[in-house]
């Protein structure tokens, strides 16, 4: 899957990096869509795209606003195999009102 090409992502493909996305200053490292093929690319790239992306950024800017998250510890945060690849057992995290 093109998503989780090591070819493409390097060797830490396969892992949960978030980081992998902020460039040297901080900023958010835009990507190809044709190397990140979540809303596919070409005549035929999801036309919510937009939409769907700004929902996503309001949310989370919401939630980082009130709270803060930390990761519980030993986890193997992996995906099922499914048409939307859901998260296999979650993502269990320890939340704190600011
Ligand atoms: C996380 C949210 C979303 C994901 C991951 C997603 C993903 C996709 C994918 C993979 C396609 C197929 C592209 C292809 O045929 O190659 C698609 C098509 C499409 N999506 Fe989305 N989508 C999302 C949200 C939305 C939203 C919010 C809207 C509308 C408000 C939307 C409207 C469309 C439309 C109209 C198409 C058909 C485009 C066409 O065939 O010309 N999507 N989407």
Known sequence: MWSRSTKIWGENAKE???E???DEEGGLRREA??????????PRVCLGQNLA??????C???LL???TFKLVPG???????SLTLPMR???KVYVERR
């Not at 986890?75 to 195999?81: A, E, G, M, S």
């Open 16 to 18: 949960f990096y978030p």
């Open 20 to 22: 992998r996305w902020i």
């Open 33 to 42: 869509a044709s190397k990140w093929t979540a809303f596919h690319a070409g």
């Open 53 to 58: 992306t700004l929902e996503a950024l309001v």
């Open 60 to 62: 989370v800017a919401m």
């Open 65 to 67: 606003k009130r709270y």
């Open 75 to 81: 986890q193997d945060v992996t995906y099922d195999f």
């Open 89 to 91: 057992d979650g993502m």
